[in-house]
């Protein structure tokens, strides 16, 4: 007989499932107290019948505590904890987006290189964090990385996988996916950061290729790769990528620890050298195609690699832009993102001529909502300036409301939310709007999730 279906868990009302995992179920939640939606992770109760249930619930409860303590735009922030007479939970951050490993089997091949480089950057970023606050998360695959609606990539489980290594062990499970655990979690030797660093190649090496390079018939099979084979060069998988990526992950996939990059930074470093002075990964090929999820889409938290989605009316070069522009926008976006940014610049150059469009393309690549701001808001004005001094007619005729200006303003405030599109978006309605404050309303309408759309709201002062 199936138990009864659970209605909540401590303060917390269940409204769905999310998903199954070895230790438990995932659970939708909300919390009435904040008010706000959460992911409640449980732990199934036949774990408890191992005759260690508090030595389990500390230890699950220790590192949910460790967890908790990370707090970064790139992982998926622990809120709570509590327990129950049948089980225990931990209280997360409900993410709207979708696991990488749905989107990888979606795209079914390589994912466009920039886009690739740019979530993993995001994933770096992550593990730099909790490295340096002596968290190793033990369990990195694309399950257990979320791509969220506006691009942003964010890390869960962290601290939980080491209790479910150590917890599943016992009760004769297997613990995470083989083709990306590193040698050392196979051979039971301790596993620091620098194991993390190697499920992370994996990854990088599959959202690149289209492939794992570790795959076997059975898990036994896997083990065996991972522990004695090397995989085939990225580049020899996938021949339009630069042979200079091949020394760099097959270093970051070495059987010793001591031979990888030892921290996430020196890998992202290595990649960003790899990509060569010019930020160009395809040396003269036609830079990469726009990766664009939509909000307008009414698919809310729907977020999938496409293609040709957003097409600038301006295609530009370059050589269109001036070396100390490009420079000025680089500097401001590698505070955000890191070195990165040298390659996002050099790719949203070569697609538009113009500045608001430019910063559109930017943006959503911010993994914070404060930083997303801080870079659009450095450059209204100077979008706001030029959009006058190309619109302003001759003989000095007053302009219709919306102007071109306060589109373009509109646009980028916008692009916070919904990325390149914005830029679209905000000329389209401004076409139809009567006035500045009916295209905000517009604007407003074709973002679907409600937290994102009031914030707009009050950003532009409707509210």
Known sequence: ??????????????????????MGVVYRAFDPRLDRLVALKTI????????????????????????????????????????TQDT??????????????????????PVEVYTALGWFSQLLAALGFAHAHGIVHRDIKPANLLVTEHGRLQVTDFGIAHVESSTLTVVGSVVGTPSYM???????????????LFSAAVVLYQMLTGQRPFVGSSPVAVMQQVLRETPRAPSLC?????????????????????????????????????????GNAHGDHEIDRTVLV??????????????????????????????????????????????????????????????????ALLAPHIPSDKGRRQFTDAFADDVQTCATHRATPPDGSHLPHPSV????????????????????????????????????????ITITNEHDRARFRRDVGLQ
Request: charge should be negative; hydrophobic fraction near 45%.
């Open 44 to 83: 199934r109760h036949e774990l408890f019948e191992t005759g260690e249930r508090a030595s389990l619930m500390a230890r699950f409860r220790n590192e949910a505590q460790a967890a908790g303590r990370l707090s970064h735009p790139n992982i998926v922030g622990v809120y709570d904890y509590g327990e």
């Open 238 to 278: 996938n021949p339009a990528l630069p042979a200079a990526f091949d020394e760099v992950l097959m270093r970051a996939l070495s059987k010793d620890p001591a031979a990888r990059f030892q921290t996430p930074a020196a890998l992202q470093q290595a990649l960003t050298d790899a990509m060569g002075p010019s």
């Open 405 to 444: 200006e306060e589109t373009q303003a509109a646009a980028l405030k916008l692009a916070v939310y919904l990325g390149p599109i914005a830029n679209i978006l905000a000329r389209r309605e401004a076409a139809r709007a009567a006035s500045l404050q009916a295209l905000y309303e517009s604007l407003a």
């Open 88 to 109: 225990a939970y931990i209280a997360m951050e409900f993410v709207a987006g979708r696991g990488l490993d749905v989107l990888l089997d979606a795209s079914s091949g």
């Open 1 to 22: 007989m199936e138990p009864p279906p659970v209605r909540s868990l401590g303060r917390y009302r269940i409204e769905g499932t999310l998903g199954a995992g070895a």
């Open 294 to 359: 939509t909000a307008a889409s009414g698919q809310t938290g729907s977020t999938a690699p496409a293609t040709d989605s957003w097409r600038g009316d301006c295609v530009g070069s370059p050589a269109a832009w001036s070396t100390a522009t490009l420079a000025g926008i680089e500097a401001r976006l590698a505070s955000q993102v890191g070195p990165v940014a040298r390659l996002l610049v050099a790719r949203g150059a070569a697609r538009t001529a113009e500045l608001s469009a430019l910063v």
């Open 182 to 196: 590193s040698p050392e979690q196979f051979s039971g030797a301790p596993a620091d950061g620098r194991s993390d």
